[in-house]
């Protein structure tokens, strides 16, 4: 059987670690969306909250986007 959700029924397994990198840098998921889209990531909150939450995949292009933005690696957004 295939697989595609974490152990604890997750959707991706960067979220919980996206929503530290914000929170840290004591901003709301509108205005990461705001500055995702200034880099070219089309995210709304909406998606924002969805991703942090666990209820939505992430892609790899949208990983090197938060990894860009947060200036941490990707591996660092597995929480490696």
């Known amino acids: 059987m295939f697989i595609n959700k ?6 991706n397994v960067c979220g919980i670690r996206i929503a530290q990198l ?6 709301s998921q509108r205005m990461l969306a705001d500055q995702l889209q200034l880099l070219g990531l089309d995210l ?3 998606a924002i909250q ?4 666990g209820k939505r995949f ?3 292009i949208e990983l090197q986007v ?3 933005f947060f ?4 591996g660092e957004l597995y929480g490696s």
Do not use: M, P
């Not at 974490?6 to 959707?11: H, Q, Y």
């Not at 200036?71 to 990707?74: A, G, K, P, Y």
């Open 66 to 68: 938060f990894a860009r």
């Open 50 to 53: 969805r991703i942090e939450a």
């Open 71 to 74: 200036s941490v690696s990707i």
């Open 6 to 11: 974490a152990s604890d029924g997750r959707n």
């Open 44 to 46: 709304d909150k909406n």
């Open 22 to 27: 914000r929170k840290e840098q004591g901003i």
């Open 58 to 60: 992430i892609t790899d």
